[in-house]
């Protein structure tokens, strides 16, 4: 991880830093208590809120808990977002449980206008282009790798998560966390290699692992140049499209869960990454980051992609664009 992470851009540190540092990182209050002391699940304190307190030997003061529970739950009280991430982290992966199905485009849920193809990429290309606007003050943040180490992230564990948490069991955010640990744990599909990051460093080893540990690398993501709180609007093509030489890639989409999750994923199969300039109807200017995958020979037939698009596996490319808070990690070379 050394050389590449030294080597980044300073846009990397500041973007995740903001992730890491946003809403005062109250995670990283959590204090040590008793390494290796699990909760009692039948102490009838845990019942009334005293899980809290001490969770998987970690102690929170109350003011502690509560600001992160909020924070917590401004971020995943939203079901549009909710289903926006659900779009983004099924772009590669063999089941598409989490779209709607629909035969007609009206009735297609609005946060799934991110696709096209590589046909598109022309200047003068005018679409519909769904943006997730979401406040860093309230987004969930990653957690140092011991705080993230301690807390287990397994499906097996969530109805003591859920406890803990202070989600009902038939609560969209308990339905959220269970979807994302799911995905986590489902297998990749052929050629791809994945993995789910709870923490900064996590994430980084993946990376750097992924394109290789003698590897420079550095993060992109897509940048609003314009304050606005329009979500979907008509986009046009503002300039070609910029290509950017990436060998490799890994792509890193957020998940719904309680603390930051990066689903973080690379395939063997053709990935072509693109900078596009767009300007919306109403003004906004979007320098946007997408990804084409020329070969989606192995995606689930029921893609949401694909419903939208009108083609099938294996016959086009899709594209798509990456939303403010997901990541690609491309390598780069040394200059000298």
């Given at each position: 991880?050394?050389?590449?992470?030294?080597?980044?851009?300073?846009?990397?540190?500041?973007?995740?830093?903001?992730?890491?540092?946003?809403?005062?990182?109250?995670?990283?209050?959590?204090?040590?208590?008793?390494?290796?002391?699990?909760?009692?699940?039948?102490?009838?304190?845990?019942?009334?809120?005293?899980?809290?307190?001490?969770?998987?030997?970690?102690?929170?003061?109350?003011?502690?808990?509560?600001?992160?529970?909020?924070?917590?739950?401004?971020?995943?009280?939203?079901?549009?977002?909710?289903?926006?991430?659900?779009?983004?982290?099924?772009?590669?992966?063999?089941?598409?449980?989490?779209?709607?199905?629909?035969?007609?485009?009206?009735?297609?849920?609005?946060?799934?206008?991110?696709?096209?193809?590589?046909?598109?990429?022309?200047?003068?290309?005018?679409?519909?282009?769904?943006?997730?606007?979401?406040?860093?003050?309230?987004?969930?943040?990653?957690?140092?790798?011991?705080?993230?180490?301690?807390?287990?992230?397994?499906?097996?564990?969530?109805?003591?998560?859920?406890?803990?948490?202070?989600?009902?069991?038939d609560s969209p955010q308990a339905k959220a966390m269970e979807d994302t640990l799911r995905q986590c744990e489902n297998e990749p599909i052929k050629g791809e290699t994945k993995f789910c990051a709870?923490?900064?460093?996590?994430?980084?080893?993946?990376?750097?692992?992924?394109?290789?540990?003698?590897?420079?690398?550095?993060?992109?993501?897509?940048?609003?140049?314009?304050?606005?709180?329009?979500?979907?609007?008509?986009?046009?093509?503002?300039?070609?499209?910029?290509?950017?030489?990436?060998?490799?890639?890994?792509?890193?989409?957020?998940?719904?869960?309680?603390?930051?999750?990066?689903?973080?994923?690379?395939?063997?199969?053709?990935?072509?990454?693109?900078?596009?300039?767009?300007?919306?109807?109403?003004?906004?200017?979007?320098?946007?980051?997408?990804?084409?995958?020329?070969?989606?020979?192995?995606?689930?037939?029921?893609?949401?992609?694909?419903?939208?698009?009108?083609?099938?596996?294996?016959?086009?490319?899709?594209?798509?664009?990456?939303?403010?808070?997901?990541?690609?990690?491309?390598?780069?070379?040394?200059?000298?």
């Amino acid at each position: 991880m050394g050389s590449g992470f030294a080597s980044s851009s300073w846009s990397l540190f500041l973007h995740l830093l903001i992730i890491m540092s946003a809403h005062g990182s109250g995670a990283r209050e959590l204090t040590k208590k008793h390494p290796g002391e699990f909760i009692d699940h039948h102490d009838p304190a845990s019942k009334h809120g005293e899980l809290g307190k001490s969770m998987l030997g970690y102690h929170m003061d109350d003011d502690i808990h509560i600001r992160l529970r909020d924070s917590q739950h401004h971020a995943m009280d939203d079901p549009a977002e909710l289903d926006h991430d659900h779009v983004h982290q099924g772009t590669h992966r063999k089941h598409a449980h989490a779209y709607r199905p629909s035969s007609h485009m009206d009735h297609m849920d609005p946060s799934s206008m991110i696709f096209f193809t590589s046909k598109d990429l022309k200047v003068g290309k005018r679409m519909p282009v769904y943006f997730p606007k979401r406040d860093p003050s309230t987004s969930p943040h990653l957690l140092p790798r011991e705080e993230a180490e301690a807390v287990p992230f397994s499906s097996k564990e969530l109805p003591h998560l859920l406890e803990f948490f202070s989600f009902s069991r038939d609560s969209p955010q308990a339905k959220a966390m269970e979807d994302t640990l799911r995905q986590c744990e489902n297998e990749p599909i052929k050629g791809e290699t994945k993995f789910c990051a709870t923490s900064l460093e996590s994430m980084l080893d993946f990376a750097s692992g992924t394109l290789g540990l003698d590897s420079n690398f550095r993060v992109l993501t897509t940048s609003h140049l314009t304050k606005s709180t329009t979500l979907l609007q008509n986009y046009t093509f503002l300039k070609t499209p910029e290509e950017i030489p990436a060998p490799m890639m890994v792509a890193c989409h957020t998940m719904p869960y309680p603390f930051a999750v990066f689903y973080c994923h690379s395939q063997e199969s053709e990935n072509k990454v693109f900078k596009v300039a767009l300007g919306g109807e109403n003004g906004d200017r979007v320098e946007a980051l997408a990804v084409c995958h020329m070969d989606t020979s192995q995606w689930s037939p029921d893609h949401a992609s694909f419903r939208l698009l009108g083609v099938q596996p294996g016959t086009s490319s899709v594209c798509h664009f990456f939303p403010a808070d997901n990541l690609v990690w491309v390598p780069t070379k040394l200059s000298i």
